[in-house]
């Protein structure tokens, strides 16, 4: 029973964690870019989130499988691309985000 409310425990952690560092990585990416980006806060989470997955797995194959962390610069790269791209979905462009999708 302790081993499963501890297991149970370090996943509730690790995922707590991975949300708070999508959090951070996004709201970043968000700050990279000028002007305003009407995104929300699951949203800014969500784009830190798949930065991170994306440069993690770029960086495990650039340096030939011998390097397992993606780093703060590769993450904070791949979701500017992601926000980037976002806008370019929007109608907008590097210094403009478009307009908010209903």
Same mark, same amino acid.
């Given at each position: 029973?302790?081993?499963?409310?501890?297991?149970?425990?370090?996943?509730?952690?690790?995922?707590?964690?991975? +949300?708070?560092?999508?959090?951070?990585?996004?709201?970043?990416?968000?700050?990279?870019?000028? =002007?305003?980006?009407?995104?929300?806060?699951?949203?800014?989470?969500?784009?830190?989130?798949?930065?991170?997955?994306?440069?993690?797995?770029?960086?495990?194959?650039?340096?030939?499988?011998?390097?397992? =962390?993606? =780093?703060?610069?590769?993450?904070?790269? +791949?979701?500017?691309?992601?926000?980037?791209?976002?806008?370019?979905?929007?109608?907008?462009?590097?210094?403009?985000?478009?307009?908010?999708?209903?």
């Amino acid at each position: 029973m302790a081993v499963e409310y501890l297991v149970l425990v370090s996943w509730l952690v690790y995922l707590i964690s991975l +949300c708070v560092w999508g959090l951070v990585v996004g709201a970043f990416a968000r700050l990279a870019l000028p =002007g305003r980006d009407p995104m929300s806060l699951l949203q800014t989470m969500l784009v830190g989130i798949v930065g991170s997955l994306f440069a993690g797995v770029i960086v495990y194959f650039v340096t030939d499988q011998r390097y397992y =962390g993606a =780093g703060w610069l590769a993450s904070l790269v +791949c979701a500017t691309l992601i926000v980037y791209l976002i806008r370019r979905s929007r109608g907008g462009g590097l210094m403009d985000p478009g307009r908010r999708r209903n």
